[in-house]
């Protein structure tokens, strides 16, 4: 493997290593999500391995009010697990494992909607643990806090804006924001097919939002997740653009693009599209597999 950035001042990678694909999900998810493109990356001999953010996966706390037959004042109440829990607790879980996976070999370091403000985190603190960064419809905040984003015009087309019925409870109360995904609620389960899944099925979405955690943090430090030209802005990247991305809309996903090819013109975002909806790209994984061997195998 041979793979040379193509200005100065920026990372190289100069390897005879076989790289190591780091994944990270976005909100609500964890390692779960990216198991169906851990394997079919496997199968094509590519090393890579998926992370759970603190607070997910085998970490997350089951809100107790979601056992038996549930209990609605007990979710409406009862603190999160995850609550405090934040970018800074991302940054250093991920940087604690891209450092192991550093001592084999190149790393090339891949985030998902939410996901892509972890990217940034690293990518600003830890420039020498990154040999790329692959962004999957995912955020990359530049010019302006996640909030901003929400509430740009970009963002105005999104289907989650819809989706306010899955909160079970008061996030500045439980610490958290508390999902409800085993939802049988048929309008709510519609929009999030058209959103999630539209290239999908039914029992697909279903077993992908009952994979969810139920809790997400609310701690998001816009600090350390928006770009930095002299360290972030070091890192070859590319951009996976989803046209049929519904959740996350194209002209947001271009947005986070032309900003961030403004503040590093020198080492511009290299752009591909995929015709696959915001989850659709995980649960149908060979075509985010064969993009991402490209990437890894020819720069």
Not at 40 to 55: K, N, W, Y
Not at 60 to 67: D, F, H, N, S, Y
Not at 137 to 165: D, I, W
Not at 196 to 202: C, I, S, V, Y
Request: net charge negative; charged share 20%; proline share 7%.
């Amino acid at each position: 493997m041979d793979i040379t950035a193509p200005a100065p001042g920026m990372i190289s990678i100069v390897s005879t290593a076989e790289p190591t694909v780091v994944l990270v999900h976005g909100a609500s998810c964890n390692s779960a999500s990216w198991g169906p493109a851990v394997r079919e990356l496997a199968l094509r001999g590519v090393r890579a391995l998926a992370v759970d953010l603190p607070g997910h996966g085998f970490g997350a706390r089951i809100p107790r009010g979601l056992l038996g037959t549930r209990d609605p004042e007990l979710l409406a109440s009862e603190r999160s697990g995850i609550a405090g829990v934040g970018t800074s607790d991302d940054l250093a879980s991920v940087a604690a494992v891209l450092r192991r996976a550093k001592e084999h070999g190149p790393v090339v370091l891949v985030g998902a909607s939410r996901g892509g403000a972890t990217l940034n985190a690293v990518g600003n603190a830890h420039p020498e643990l990154v040999d790329r960064l692959v962004y999957i419809s995912a955020h990359c905040p530049v010019s302006a806090g996640v909030g901003e984003y929400h509430a740009s015009p970009e963002n105005a087309e999104s289907l989650l804006h819809r989706t306010a019925g899955l909160l079970l409870a008061d996030p500045g109360l439980v610490g958290a924001l508390r999902f409800d995904w085993g939802t049988a609620d048929a309008e709510l389960l519609d929009v999030l097919q058209e959103a999630l899944l539209a290239d999908g099925t039914r029992d697909e979405l279903l077993t992908y939002l009952h994979a969810q955690d139920p809790d997400e943090s609310i701690v998001i430090e816009d600090e350390l997740i928006r770009a930095n030209p002299d360290t972030w802005g070091r890192i070859p990247r590319h951009y996976v653009r989803l046209p049929a991305d519904r959740a996350m809309p194209l002209a947001l996903q271009d947005r986070y693009i032309a900003e961030a090819d403004a503040l590093t013109p020198d080492n511009r975002f290299v752009v591909h599209d995929l015709d696959a909806t915001h989850i659709g790209v995980q649960i149908h994984p060979e075509p985010i597999a064969e993009l991402l061997q490209r990437v890894i195998t020819t720069g």
